[in-house]
């Protein structure tokens, strides 16, 4: 049990004994952490019951602290200000505290659950590289995946290959026409790159063709309709579908060199699946279930002989889900793919990390399944997400205007590197730890700024200010746990000693407020963990491990270890900067974040 859990509950108890005609079901304890300019720990809302009791505040606070600190030693003292009752917790507390956990591994995870989730995120397309747009979807998924394995959920971690469709064909029709079998090897350029760069000059091959279209008296709804190119995509899509040969060759060969290149820029962010779909596999499952819609009823088909389900009674529209030609849309393959998913793992979740652009897909998606009697409906949980731009606004693939996700790395690194040297902290490192430590703090830069909004909000990007060592940062965040590591080295204190080395706390009877303050931090890790995980939510990992550093700074900004008033006093600091060290790894590894030792 947490301690605001064990808090709530003793008030509560007390609160029944004292005033049995409040009813706390109706009016549950609130309780917050006290504000700094007051003394306590731990505040308890009066508010609610004063007008019940028809007692003052600051009677009632007096009453109720009174019995709290005579018949439990978990309260040392309280006080009462203005309808808010203020509890000291007992230094014994949070000394025992320390002793369990100072170098408990395993500190605020949970045990495995006998359910399974499923993570489904970066889902990129083959038809251009990954960009800076999709890096938000992919840190988020990752750390999601993470937190919710920490706090006991079977995980599996799944990426959907979007490698067919419409887009897909407009790569493949611009290399065809203006390639001369250009390869990666031939061109040395990296695969996924030089498929996305097929996939920009289709569009400038379309826009020229619109243009003059329009220019010989065309409109311009008819001449996107009718400009060759175009159509040409459009029957290449056919052709795929029906098996050409020579389409599935191409096809094959250009989704291999978007693979090779994939895989070379989630090796460097650290990223990896226990699970591909792809939706080539999966679009056929799609439709069937739409086949199997129409016989049943559950959806229409118009003059066309495309297939529709009309959702106007559920406040929402008709969607088309198959076409005229036979061909699948977007959501044909991922009806297909959500039934394989549910199958293939019995899940109880079905995360997708979608940006909020698709809120009103995913809506009528889970929709159609419930439509369809799918057991798989009740499942799905969209993890809506927020846009991410930079200060030079939003980007396009089609336009060539995106930002690499391979180059946003190298530039981070690059940024850490030169940001590394200025402050003159090379001393002590060869030229390939210094590489090596560049990487951690640009890629820790990178997914820490992408992580630390809450997912449901818009964000812009800004890659000097996520480095900034003073700064919401994960620079900051390494920087203090480095420190920390130098402080253990000078002491000869391993990472995580055992409690024969360090073993002050069984013979310390007070602590200070600052070493208070920090054990207090400490003591909240499992819980913000689980919110972390009931909200799918890392933000809050990101808050809380910046905290704890900025605690710890200001802790060993006050107090010497080296130099404490006695040795059983520097000996519980060790302790307590051990564990502080053990839980910022814990809290960002989470987020895929490593904290080096030496900076």
């Known amino acids: 049990m947490s301690l605001s859990a064990e808090i709530k509950h003793l008030v509560s108890t007390t609160i029944a004994e ?30 609610p019951y004063v007008k019940t009791l028809r007692m003052k505040p600051d009677v009632l606070g007096n009453t109720i602290g009174e019995k709290l600190v005579a018949q439990h030693s978990l309260f040392s003292k309280f006080s009462v200000v203005a309808g808010f ?10 000394i025992d505290l320390l002793q369990r956990n100072f170098n408990d591994k395993c500190y605020g995870t ?54 067919r469709g419409i887009h897909i064909c407009k790569s493949m029709i611009a290399w065809k026409k203006t390639a001369n079998g250009a ?21 400038e091959l379309y826009k020229a063709e619109l243009a003059q279209l329009i220019a ?25 579908e029906a098996g050409d040969p020579e389409t599935m060759q191409l096809w094959k060969a250009m989704n291999g060199w978007v693979y090779e290149g994939f895989n070379v820029t989630y090796d460097k962010m650290g990223i990896s699946f226990d699970k591909w779909y792809y939706e080539s596999e999966t679009y056929l499952l799609g439709k069937k279930l739409v086949e199997d819609g129409l016989k049943k009823g559950v959806l229409f088909k118009k003059e066309n002989g495309s297939i529709w389900i009309d959702l106007s009674a559920d406040g929402l529209d008709e969607k088309l889900l198959l076409r005229g030609d036979g061909t699948s849309v977007y959501i044909t393959q991922d009806l297909g793919t959500a039934k394989l998913k549910y199958e293939d793992f019995c899940l ?13 897909h995913m809506q009528v998606l889970q929709l159609i399944l419930a439509k369809l009697g799918e057991p798989c409906a009740p499942t799905i949980h969209h993890l809506s997400y927020g846009m991410v731009e930079l200060p030079t606004g939003r980007m396009k693939s089609r336009e060539g205007t995106v930002v690499d996700a391979d180059d946003m790395i190298a530039e981070m690194v690059q940024l850490a590197l030169e940001q590394t040297k200025q402050q003159g902290k090379t001393d002590g490192f060869t030229e390939e730890e210094l590489n090596q430590l560049a990487e951690m703090i640009g890629l820790g830069a990178l997914k820490f700024y992408l992580l630390r909004v809450d997912p449901k909000k818009k964000m812009i990007f800004d ?34 000693p055992s409690a024969a080395q360090l073993n002050a706390a069984k013979a310390k009877t007070d602590i200070h407020k600052l070493e ?84």
């Not at 504000?35 to 508010?47: C, M, Q, S």
């Not at 009752?85 to 949070?94: G, P, Q, R, V």
């Not at 990296?190 to 569009?203: A, I, P, R, S, T």
């Not at 990390?353 to 698709?358: K, L, M, P, R």
């Open 18 to 47: 004292l005033y049995p005609e409040v009813d706390l079901n109706a009016t549950p304890i609130s309780i917050n952490l006290t504000k700094a300019e007051f003394e306590g720990d731990y505040t308890v809302v009066l508010f």
């Open 183 to 203: 390869t990666p090897e031939s061109t040395g350029t990296k695969g996924d790159h030089l498929v996305g760069d097929y996939y920009v000059k289709f569009n």
């Open 110 to 163: 949970q045990a495995l659950k006998n359910n399974k989730v499923m993570v489904e995120y970066s889902s990129p397309n083959t038809n251009k590289p990954l960009h800076f747009g999709h890096l938000r979807n992919i840190f988020l998924g990752a750390a999601v995946s993470e937190i919710l394995k920490a706090t006991g959920n079977g995980v599996v971690k799944a990426n959907l290959i979007n490698d």
């Open 216 to 240: 010989g008296g065309m409109d311009e709804k008819t001449a996107e309709k009718e400009a060759p190119i175009m159509k040409e995509a459009q029957d290449m899509l056919r052709l795929w």
């Open 516 to 599: 208070k303050d920090l054990l207090k931090h400490l003591e909240l890790y499992p819980t913000v963990l689980n919110n972390a995980s009931n909200e799918l939510n890392p933000s809050e990992m990101c808050n809380y491990c910046f905290q704890l550093a900025q605690l710890f700074n200001g802790f060993y900004a006050e107090l010497s270890i080296s130099k404490a008033e006695s040795e059983e006093a520097k000996h519980f600091r060790l302790m307590l900067i051990v564990m502080t060290a053990l839980v910022l790894r814990n809290g960002m590894k989470l987020m895929g974040i490593a904290l080096p030792e030496k900076m």
């Open 348 to 360: 109880s979740k079905s995360i997708y990390v979608i940006a909020d652009e698709q809120n009103y």
């Open 463 to 496: 890659p000097k200010e996520s480095i900034d060592l003073h700064g919401f940062t994960a620079t900051f965040i390494q920087y203090a746990h480095a420190r920390i590591c130098s402080i253990l080295r000078k002491e000869q204190v391993e990472l995580l």
């Open 85 to 94: 009752l203020n509890l000291t917790i007992a230094d014994k507390y949070f």
